[in-house]
């Protein structure tokens, strides 16, 4: 519409991505339930597009604008940080410190990015990590600024130096996950969107073309994680069915010991039913690579880990099986197999996918 200063753009404040970001954050602080406020927070975060206000970026009118805006990012991306923490076990812990550690060196002196980063390790199994990351804020904060850490730094310090011996989480496991011998360039919106898929799901799905990178995005996310059982790649590739991919399970993850007592008179209805049975209890981290030469065979065996629920019940294992496991695949197809997802109810809230 026309104006006596020239033009105006008249939008619905709806459409405008500012009010929409603050009207999430808003109702994700408001929320009680961690996992509610975490997803509100995603799709809030998920509204940015590089700098507030980047077209305008100098202007007098967009300064207070933006620093105002990039401040409410900040503190949005903390508390989704934070409710992640909350439901994390060790293996999303671990997909958190490797996100966590990009952010406190782009913002090195924001103090609540390292008591994160800290509750993380310490989630994760890596008390010393913890104790270790808070004496390095701590130095720099004395040298930089001549202050001590905060209140509220200072206690999750404290936590992590009284922490009892039979609450640090169980030893890690390093897995086969090979090393990288070249750094990943060009693909860090790949590497902290598979991260922040993984803090939130038990499946992610990794699809594209051939040659399109999958494999060496899931080693790179793979290699930032860390589970008590460990963090295992599974080569599908020379599999034929399900019970290839059982069969390559078995051989990569090696035997967590005899199973539970009452269980070993008890013959395994299908070797996938012996493979839930033998995992039960442990948890791990599963990348399935190159999915395409066994889709029906992986998704069977997938939804089997994932639905272990119900299996671990009838073993009599105790403990919520969602947290337990993770699973997570590379292939090429563009659409889910129709038997696969876990059986919780919820399916929408669990089945998250990855396109390149």
């Known amino acids: 519409m026309s104006h006596p200063a020239g033009y105006l753009l008249d939008v619905p404040p709806q459409e405008v991505d500012a009010v929409e970001f603050e009207r999430l954050v808003r109702a994700g602080r408001a929320e009680r339930d961690p996992e509610r406020a975490a997803a509100l927070l995603r799709s809030a975060l998920s509204l940015w597009r590089g700098a507030a206000l980047a077209d305008a970026a100098g202007l007098p009118f967009a300064r207070v604008a933006a620093a105002r805006l990039e401040e409410l990012r900040l503190s949005a991306l903390e508390a989704r940080v934070g409710a992640d923490l909350t439901l994390a076990d060790a293996a999303a812990a671990g997909a958190l410190v490797a996100e966590l550690e990009e952010i406190v060196a782009a913002h090195p002196l924001r103090e609540p990015f390292h008591g994160l ?74 590497v902290a969107r598979v991260r922040s898929l993984l803090s939130a799901a038990r499946l992610v799905t990794l699809t594209g073309p051939g040659g399109a990178g999958k494999t060496r995005l899931a080693v790179e996310v793979a290699g930032g994680l860390a589970a008590a059982s460990g963090v295992w790649l599974v080569e599908l590739a020379s599999t034929g069915d399900s019970a290839g991919v059982v069969a390559a399970v078995r051989a990569t993850v090696p035997s967590g010991g005899p199973e539970p007592d009452g269980d070993a ?88 996918r990855a396109r390149r």
Do not use: I, K, Y
């Open 117 to 190: 980063l800290m509750r993380a390790l310490r989630a994760a199994g890596r008390r010393g990590d913890a104790l270790e990351a808070f004496e390095g804020v701590r130095r720099r904060l004395a040298d930089e600024l001549g202050v001590d850490p905060a209140p509220e730094l200072r206690a999750t310090h404290l936590e992590a130096l009284r922490e009892a011996p039979q609450a640090r989480a169980a030893r890690v496991v390093r897995g086969n996950v090979p090393a990288p011998v070249s750094s990943l360039v060009g693909r860090q919106e790949d």
């Open 265 to 352: 008179a008890r013959p395994a209805a299908s070797s996938l039913d012996a493979l839930v049975r033998g995992l039960a209890g442990r948890e791990l981290v599963l990348v399935l690579d190159n999915c395409e030469h066994v889709v029906a065979g992986a998704a069977v065996v997938a939804e089997g880990l994932l639905a272990g629920r119900r299996r671990r019940r009838r073993c009599g294992c105790a403990g919520p099986a969602w947290r337990r496991w993770q699973v997570w695949w590379t292939g090429r197809w563009s659409s889910w197999p129709s038997r696969t997802g876990p059986r919780t109810g919820r399916p929408g809230r669990r089945r998250h």
